[in-house]
């Protein structure tokens, strides 16, 4: 849906550029739709890039309760180097000859790193650390340790490697990988985890995100795009694709748009967040089931 003589109303999946925070990519959003209602659901690092979602107005009461748990990428690790942040953005912090690591010994420590597993973050992260960003300490040059946290790395493959030469002349090896990973996993993380279990380091210098939830880089619109032609899921589209579906009758949409709390029919029990429609497809709410009854998260009807 393309609107241009009123502020849109909706989500906007955008392929964000290298080089951008996700905070820039906000900023640009609010100058295109013209509206300071605007907000991100899931950071993307500032190297990365890809698939980043944005809401606009109404729907920004929609990003806390997107089930953007699952997310793919498409990345290149290079063993042999370490840095301060484990990608290319930071200085080299160490080198060593990664000619000899064997394609066996890559699979057996790609193995190691996939299902659940324990991760600790990147130091040069957002992660607090007592209320304080990790990435702030790390520039400060204090010393501290983050705690490993559980993720789930679902899925975690090598498709292709290449030998190279880094500018210090030191031999490593760039690994093309695919990675379906829970969010709040951090692939830089990866990537210096798999180089010290191969006893050569390593960092991640290319990432591209491929899909948040049920976002796909094929709906995603470059910042220039968006410029041209400002391409919006609305509200009630996104709903649907995103949540469990409700469709109520007429006396129950009223209803529920006085505040009333329906009876949950048990179908929804457990699902988390569920979208209500009117019969004439009007998105009404987000609700969830509490003691039998739906409790509203955001009314949108």
């Given at each position: ?62 990003l ?45 420590g ?18 607090k650390?007592?209320g ?20 789930t ?11 190279a ?16 990973c ?44 968006l410029?041209?032609d ?37 179908e ?9 429609f ?24």
């Amino acid at each position: 849906m393309t609107q241009k003589n009123r502020t849109p109303d909706g989500l906007v999946i955008v392929d964000k550029p290298s080089g951008f925070t996700s905070h820039d990519v906000v900023a640009k959003m609010r100058g295109i739709a013209r509206t300071r209602r605007v907000g991100h659901a899931g950071t993307l690092d500032p190297m990365a890039t890809g698939v980043l979602v944005l809401g606009i107005e109404r729907a920004t009461k929609l990003l806390g309760h997107l089930a953007l748990t699952e997310k793919e990428y498409l990345g290149t690790i290079r063993l042999g180097q370490t840095t301060l942040t484990d990608d290319a953005e930071g200085e080299i912090t160490g080198s060593a000859d990664a000619s000899k690591v064997t394609r066996d010994a890559i699979d057996a420590g790609v193995a190691e790193l996939s299902g659940e597993i324990m991760q600790v973050p990147s130091k040069v992260s957002a992660i607090k650390i007592d209320g304080v960003r990790s990435y702030k300490r790390a520039r400060e040059g204090e010393e501290f340790e983050i705690p490993a946290r559980p993720v789930t790395v679902s899925s975690f493959a090598v498709y292709d490697i290449r030998d190279a030469v880094a500018e210090d002349g030191t031999p490593v090896l760039d690994l093309v990988v695919s990675v379906t990973c829970s969010s709040g996993t951090y692939i830089r993380a990866l990537a210096r985890d798999l180089g010290a279990g191969l006893g050569v380091g390593g960092h991640l210098t290319a990432l591209r995100r491929t899909r948040v939830g049920p976002y796909k880089l094929d709906s995603a619109r470059t910042l220039d795009q968006l410029q041209q032609d400002l391409t919006v899921m609305p509200v009630a589209e996104a709903a649907g694709a995103a949540f469990p579906r409700w469709d109520v009758d007429a006396r129950r949409a009223r209803l529920l748009t006085n505040g009333v709390r329906l009876d949950m029919p048990e179908e929804y029990v457990g699902k988390g967040a569920v979208a209500v429609f009117d019969p004439d497809g009007v998105f009404l709410a987000l609700v969830e089931e509490q003691k039998g009854k739906a409790k509203s998260l955001a009314v949108f009807g």
